[in-house]
């Protein structure tokens, strides 16, 4: 069965803190994406990971990909309020299977 | 430059009435999705294209139906329409071929009632 697992689905973190979201997919595939959606709108993307061992980097967050894990992470560094948003990854299996989402929550 | 855009952002139906959800890109993309997101869910996929003439079933695509005559259209067709498929609706596209990265519509938001 095709899965794309992220965790955690919720995570409310302070100003200034770090933490890293996971996201693990369950068939071999080498095309990751990261995307951000606030309330009410539509996906942007933020990352295209195409290669085991790619890194992506833009501003306070930063994306890798291990294929041969099957998982990869979205690592943020020193949180602002602005990164409040819900975080997806998506994984090319044939189709583009999203995961559910963490829920993050930045506080001052 | 437009991108993607869908047609309409909003939409009542009653149960049992039929309705298209339009889906337009400018962007030349082959690949083509269409998305169901439920509250506070992420993205279940229903149907997507991977060039005029091919579709292929994702994993919820009961109660729905797709056509890809052009590359720029792919329209999602709703057949007695029921309280299950009350979501905001998105599509996307992506060049596909190596890079499948989404480009989303704004979402049509349905409810059915």
């Known amino acids: 069965e095709l899965k794309v697992e992220q965790n955690p689905l919720f995570l409310s973190m302070q100003e200034g803190k770090n933490y890293t979201i996971y996201c693990n997919y369950s068939t071999t595939s080498d095309r990751l994406y990261w995307y951000r959606q606030d309330p009410g709108k539509s996906l942007e993307s933020l990352f295209v990971?195409?290669?085991?061992?790619a890194v992506k980097q833009e501003g306070r967050l930063m994306a890798s990909l291990d294929t041969k894990a099957r998982l990869s992470t979205l690592h943020i560094t020193a949180a602002v309020h602005d990164l409040s948003a819900t975080y997806f990854c998506?994984?090319?299996?044939?189709?583009?299977?999203f995961g559910a989402g963490t829920r993050l929550t930045v506080k001052p | 430059n437009a991108g993607v855009t869908q047609t309409p952002k909003f939409r009542i139906l009653k149960i049992g009435q039929s309705m298209t959800l339009q889906c337009t890109q400018d962007?030349?993309?082959?690949?083509m999705y269409w998305y169901r997101q439920d509250p506070g869910m992420g993205l279940k996929l229903i149907y997507y294209s991977v060039g005029a003439g091919i579709t292929d079933k994702g994993e919820v695509p009961n109660g729905y139906n797709v056509s890809r005559s052009t590359t720029e259209d792919f329209p999602l067709r709703l057949e007695l329409a029921a309280p299950s498929q009350t979501s905001v609706y998105f599509c996307a596209s992506s060049i596909g071929q190596g890079n499948t990265e989404a480009f989303f519509g704004q979402g049509t938001r349905l409810t059915v009632v």
């Open positions: 990971l195409l290669s085991n061992g």
């Open positions: 962007m030349n993309h082959n690949y």
């Open positions: 998506a994984v090319d299996m044939g189709d583009m299977r």
